[in-house]
């Protein structure tokens, strides 16, 4: 059972959820509602992810923020638990059975509409998106592993700086002015308070390290932001964490507004890479991670995304490292940032050439993603363009369409596709890359999509959707 469409906004995906838990409610006999506890809080959700290069997994986490303060963690539910993630900052009322004593049952699910935690993490972005980061030493560690001036420069609106890169993947639809650092400051705990097997696990208190360190800076820092409240923070720690750097959510109160904070946590090897802290901002704004096709459970395979292998095929800066290269067409359009004009997505049978420019173009006339859906399916596809230009995508492996399976039950929805067989073990190979004169046949025959020419920004293709009649349809003015 799917239980949202990526492609809806913030208000669909919400309904879409409280339906279909809805339902689940009303299948339930009464001796199993009887046996439920409810809580209402806010939903968060937390990705970690480990050293680039590793062989580790990475994690995720959703959980509820009760009113009282407690900590519950929302159960697997399968396909349902990727959605739930997208409930994230959103306040609800929440059912759990006692079920097993590691795996309680989710009952029922609302979202209570508030004008505190209401703001959908995972859905449109849009405007000033102001960050601070917090620099915090463990009181055991004396290291600082970079000065106060790497931190502020990071946020630079220049090639390098994150400003300069949010304006590049947004279009200019969100920027992080205003952003900025704070000099360290000292932890009241030891690292292993805080961390108790340094380097592995997951046992990091994520928690106590955000409350400790926002407190540190208290007396120094407005969160409010002179009337522009800050809308993330990047907790910068001076030794390692467990096993990973994390993304999402953190619902708090700092000075006087409670609301869900973008937070991200990150180690030294983190800020050693930018891509690594564009990664977990990525998660801040509430995108999952996407992947390769060899569906081996590593979402990090993907050289494509900087939501996959962040650091894969990126752009190197003498100061801040690898960079974060572009992000899929689906993430960029799940935020907003991509206008309905230049999303082609047919709805009945037909023959139709499009045009699509490669996604990292500040500006374009024509399509920047297609989107096609698979009849009686929840699965969709999205045909975008990529090349190696610009200060973040210049060092993809080519200038080619790729083919994104988009499902929305999978933890990582968006999967590049690889015609070899079996997939390759990372998709920078030329399966996951399609070429003028190579066609990609949707398995169930609901639709083709034949590369017909390179131009100056893109490529020229034919997209036919289940049985059309011979002539095609022009879309965008070539014949």
């Not at 997994?57 to 159960?75: E, K, M, N």
């Not at 067409?329 to 935020?335: E, G, Q, V």
Request: hydrophobic fraction near 40%; aromatic fraction near 10%; charged fraction near 15%.
């Amino acid at each position: 059972m799917s239980i949202f469409n990526p492609g809806t906004r913030a208000l669909h995906q919400k309904l879409g959820l409280w339906i279909a838990l809805m339902g689940l409610v009303l299948a339930l006999p009464c001796s199993a509602l009887a046996q439920t506890s409810l809580f209402t809080g806010v939903v968060e959700a937390i990705w970690g992810d480990p050293l680039p290069g590793s062989s580790d997994a990475g994690h995720f986490r959703v959980q509820l923020r009760t009113d009282d303060g407690a900590l519950i963690s929302i159960p697997s539910l399968g396909p349902e638990r990727a959605a739930l993630a997208q409930l994230a900052g959103s306040r609800v009322e929440l059912a759990l059975s006692e079920g097993t004593a590691d795996q309680p049952a989710v009952q029922f699910l609302r979202v209570i509409p508030s004008d505190q935690g209401d703001a959908m993490l995972g859905g449109a972005v849009t405007g000033s998106q102001p960050w601070i980061s917090l620099l915090c030493k463990f009181s055991d560690v004396a290291a600082e592993p970079q000065d106060l001036g790497f931190f502020q420069g990071m946020y630079a609106n220049q090639p390098g700086g994150l400003d300069h890169y949010w304006r590049e993947q947004s279009y200019d639809l969100i920027d992080v002015l205003g952003s900025t650092a704070i000099a360290w400051v000292d932890l009241p705990q030891p690292q292993t308070f805080y961390v108790p097997t340094p380097g592995s696990g997951t046992d990091a208190n994520l928690n106590k390290i955000f409350d400790d360190c926002t407190a540190a800076v208290d007396a120094v820092v407005d969160f409010g932001n002179g009337g522009n409240p800050f809308v993330g923070i990047n907790l910068m720690l001076n030794e390692r964490l467990d096993c990973c750097a994390w993304g999402g959510s953190r619902f708090a109160t700092l000075d006087g507004i409670t609301k869900s904070w973008r937070t991200t946590w990150n180690p030294p090897w983190a800020f050693a890479n930018e891509a690594v802290i564009a990664h977990e901002m990525g998660h801040g704004f509430g995108l999952p991670h996407s992947n390769n096709f060899d569906d081996d459970g590593n979402p990090y395979d993907s050289h494509w995304d900087v939501l996959s292998g962040a650091t894969a095929s990126a752009v190197s800066d003498p100061v801040y490292g690898l960079l974060g290269k572009h992000t899929l067409a689906y993430h960029k359009d799940r935020l907003a940032w991509i206008a309905p004009a230049q999303r082609f997505e047919p709805t009945v049978d037909g023959s139709y050439h499009i045009t699509i420019d490669h996604l990292a173009l500040a500006a374009t006339p024509n399509y920047r993603m297609a989107r096609l859906n698979v009849p009686g399916s929840n699965v969709y596809y999205v045909v975008e363009v990529r090349d190696q230009v610009g200060d973040y995508d210049g060092n993809l492996p080519g200038n080619a369409v790729l083919i994104v399976q988009v499902d929305s039950g999978r933890q990582e929805p968006a999967w590049v596709v690889d015609a070899d067989t079996p997939p390759a073990n990372a998709n920078n190979n030329e399966g996951s890359m399609w070429r003028v004169g190579e066609t990609y046949v949707e398995p169930g025959g609901g639709f083709s999509v034949e590369v017909l020419a390179a131009t100056a920004n893109g490529f020229q293709l034919q997209i036919v959707v289940g049985n059309p009649p011979l002539d095609p349809v022009f879309e965008d003015g070539f014949e």
